[in-house]
């Protein structure tokens, strides 16, 4: 038992998330090849527009959906239907809690992979002022607002029904995602009237920011994304928990400067024992990255996981230092 | 179970009703746009009733949707019901909203096929009319796991003249026939391809074309754009009908007295729906264009913003004002 | 540097020499059973600092005064860091012409050795010295090592270290420390070379994080005295070969654990150390503390732990990153009393106390060092509440009190034993 719980503490964690991340990628991209369908309440980026691979649907696609019917069908049979969509959304979500973006999100997993293009080029990453932070770090909420009330702004006809899916018409996901199985039809401006204009052409908009930005800076989607804000919203409940322990911490600062989420409570909060911020995606960089034994740990039901150690850390600078090219 | 009602109806071969030279069809188009309200769904208009999709069909005569009028008293001729399932039932029509049509229920995904067959002798011209729609049932709610099978045309071997609209590969339950696409058209005698059926379509402005099917039974068109709206009233889901209308005269005779018949015509119609390609509005080079330009613009602005930052110490700078 | 035999013979004579020796053999003959691996660092000290050998380095010798000067960056430009804090009496009498009256001894005694003819360690090599503004006697120190005709780069660190802002102005520091040293050395700063910098670094760290492992083991397996000659002999010595010792040192007692090996006695109280650190030859408390029957179980001080237990984490091994990461490394989890806040001292020292089982706390501050004195209180309060006794000395480099502090010293560890013997 010590030997197995020490192998998984001393993991090389980049190597396990790019496998794990791989197999999500190709679960919910192209997993409706493979007749697989996980339904359309994932907690997750699995983009509905790729029809043809999705082995899932996200499920702010069917909230959107749902919420735009007449407030008459809304509140009234159909009501229960929003109520039972979401409860799957929150069984899917209380399992992994934010893994799902760490893990399993398909963008997420972009993003990784274009940081991944930038180290192997050389190229340093941005990071955002504090300030710039914590005014940033609030849109995701605003949008995760817009998400909701424009849909139901549509229900009760106070807004044109094109814009029936406001987010997914902005979320890059849409473009990007149903490219991998060879659909580029989201690649459009669509000009059959203002709104679809309008919501398009910022779509796109979105898209070249996205790449460009993700190219720059380390998941640079996450801090706007809606979704990370309704996790948010039930993250205290989820079974897969990130804890600290504060006295064991040294506040050196390892786990914030690998934090591709720049979250500084990481380092910096020591009384808190539930460390989960807002932003945080569960990637378990901080965990692997904190030489203090059992400082920061992951569990599951309270069952630790995966914890920090000394060994394991040193374990994985040693790799660090020796690996001649130190790609992602 | 289907064949034998099937066979019931047909040895109840009806007497000479209302003498119908006019072509016969169902429309899903509502004859007066002020009754009731009818909901959009993947598969046209609906009525939602406590949650369960319902269908309302009227049955209208003449050539194509110009020139064909709403009915106001029954047409003689039984009505049956083809569900998603493959249950046959008998179903009955009468006055929906004003005129002479159909509401039937739809609780399952899928296609359901209306049909009406109505005979009568006339000039010692036995005139077999089947008036067919095909009408999707499909919410997002039931998933789409099993759209490739669900999708799939239904027909019947019984009827006289049936004409099938076959699907394209790539088809599924939110697919919509666009202007400029190609539909083909299957022409079933009894269940068996036709060859030579003289096979007509009309669309909502009148225009029409008409083919004869091959040696298959096949007949395709493409379809047209007439739809030319001013852009700020341009409607993408513009929503117009298409009539499709195949005739095959065979010597069949038969009869007797006042029924006899030296020849049989058959004629069958099915209607459908067509809209705006998004071809014509969505453009490729537009958004690849807008997208390019936010990956240059962001890309070309950090590495400015960093150019900037190598100076270092100016990060600091007073403002008299502030 | 190359000393004339007779040169050499006067230096022995010296009363840094004797000092020195003097202590050597205390640590060497008083306790029996010595680990064979520590036979490196005695006859290391005594080679260096009573016979007077220069140390040995490669390329440009860099001084530093303060646990904060990055080594791994000295490494990378091929330079050799050697730290110039200093424990002697003798050089803390030459540079009280320096500094006030009361002030540090470890400030004056660098001072002294620096402005000696015949320093040791040798310090006439040295092409730069990097002094980190840390208290305000290092700080003002600089101008006066300048004048010695050294040349001082002045690597400035935040008084506080909590705030963004404070890490980003040191990691700025740090990378205009890497400037000057690129100047010095002719030398370009690669990714490469910084890597393996760090990677030698990062081996010697986790040797000494075996050894502070190790010393959790009770009954103690190793004593403090030693622990501290290991600690200071990397102020000097050459990185790899220290770090060999060290793991030869840390197989040897893992074989003496598995043998149920004793250091101490069973019930010798366990001893932790903060406060002013220990630098040799002035490592007259801890040995104080041994000699009495204490044993030093673990450290928090910048000649030992402060200085080698912290690691460095890096995320993506781009040199910006890895440059950014070491200035973290050196800022953010140091325990110095000279930031504003102490709390983490303080939750550093309760978590030492009960990782390794710690009967008391010693507190050493030097006469002058004005912020340990300052922070006597806090800490004093935070592990009275947790009923941790705690000895406060405030003393110096001068061999004067050590009869007194003798006395004080065997008082708390008989009435540690004594309360010890209570709660069982």
Known sequence: ?328 | MKKNLFVLWMTLSLPPGISHAASLWWSETMPHAEHGTSQHSHGGPVEIRRGIYHKNLWLRAGDGPVDSSYLDQAVPGKVFLLDAKGEMSEVKAGNVHGSYGINFAMPDEGFYNLYLVNENVTDSVRNIIVAKSESLKHSCREGHDHVKNLIQPNHLDDIPLEIVRERSDDENFHSLIGFGDTVRFLVLRNGKPQAGASVTIHTTHGWRNTVSTDDSGHASFMMIRDYYPPWHEFERRHRQDYVVQAVYTANDAGGSGQLEYRKTRYEATLNGSYYPSPRDYRSYAYGLLLGTFALVFTGVAVYLYRRRRQHRFQEIRFDEKA | MNTTPSEAAAYNRSRQAREAETLLDRIQDDFPDNPAAMRYFYDLFRRVYCQGEPVKHEGTLVGTTCIHAPEELIYAFGATPVRLCNGSYHYDQIGADFMPAKSCPLVKATLGSLHAKAAVPDTKALELIVNPTTCDQKTKASAMIEAMGYKVHDLELPPAKESEEARLYWQRSVRRLALRLRELTGRKLTRNNLKQAMARTARAQAAFRTLHQLRKSAPALFLGKDAFLVTNAYFFDDLDRWTSAVERLNAELQLRQTEGFQAAQKRAPRILFTGSPPIFPNLKLPLLIEEAGGVVVADETCSANRMLYDMTAVDEWLLNDMVDGLADRYLKPCTCPIFTRNDDRQRRLLQLAEDFNVDGVVYQAFAGCQVYEMEYRSIADSLASREIPMLYVETDYSPDDMGQLSTRIEAFLESLKTRKRNKQ
């Open chain 1, 1 to 328: 038992m010590k030997r197995l719980r020490d192998a998984v503490n001393g993991v090389d964690l980049r190597r396990f998330r790019f496998w794990l991340q791989l197999l999500f990628f190709v679960l919910l991209v192209y997993g409706g090849y493979f007749a697989i369908n996980l339904g359309q309440s994932l907690p997750t980026f699995a983009c509905g527009f790729n029809d043809a691979g999705r082995g899932g649907i996200c499920y702010l696609l069917p909230l959107q959906h749902q919420l735009a019917m007449s407030w008459k069908t809304l509140f009234g049979w159909a009501g229960l239907m929003v109520v039972q969509g979401f409860l799957f959304f929150a069984l899917w979500f209380l399992v992994l809690n934010k893994a799902w973006c760490g893990y399993a999100c398909p963008l997420g997993t972009l993003q990784d992979w274009i940081t991944s293009l930038r180290t192997r080029l050389g190229i340093r990453y941005s990071r955002y002022s504090e300030g710039q932070f914590r005014r940033l770090s609030l849109i995701k909420y605003l949008l995760l607002a817009l998400t909701i009330l424009i849909p139901l702004g549509i229900g009760g006809a106070l807004l044109p029904h094109d814009m029936g899916t406001p987010f997914c018409d902005i979320c890059p996901g849409r473009m990007i995602i149903p490219m991998f199985t060879g659909d580029f039809s989201q690649l459009t401006i669509d000009f059959s009237n203002k709104t679809t204009m309008v919501m398009t052409a910022l779509g796109m908009l979105v898209t070249g920011l996205f790449l460009a930005g993700a190219f720059f800076k380390k998941r640079f989607f996450c801090f706007f994304c809606p979704m990370s804000a309704l996790h948010y919203l039930l993250s205290k409940p989820a079974l897969l928990k990130l804890k600290k322990d504060g006295a064991k911490c040294t506040r050196c600062g390892d786990c914030y400067r690998v934090c591709d989420m720049e979250i500084r409570e990481i380092a910096d909060e020591v009384k808190e024992p539930r460390i989960m911020q807002d932003d945080c995606i569960l990637c378990l960089k901080c965990v692997a990255h904190c030489p203090e034994q059992g400082a920061l740990k992951a569990t599951f039901a309270g069952i630790p996981i995966f914890e920090s150690t000394e060994q394991g850390f040193i374990k994985r600078m040693t790799k660090g230092h020796n690996d001649e090219h130190n790609a992602q």
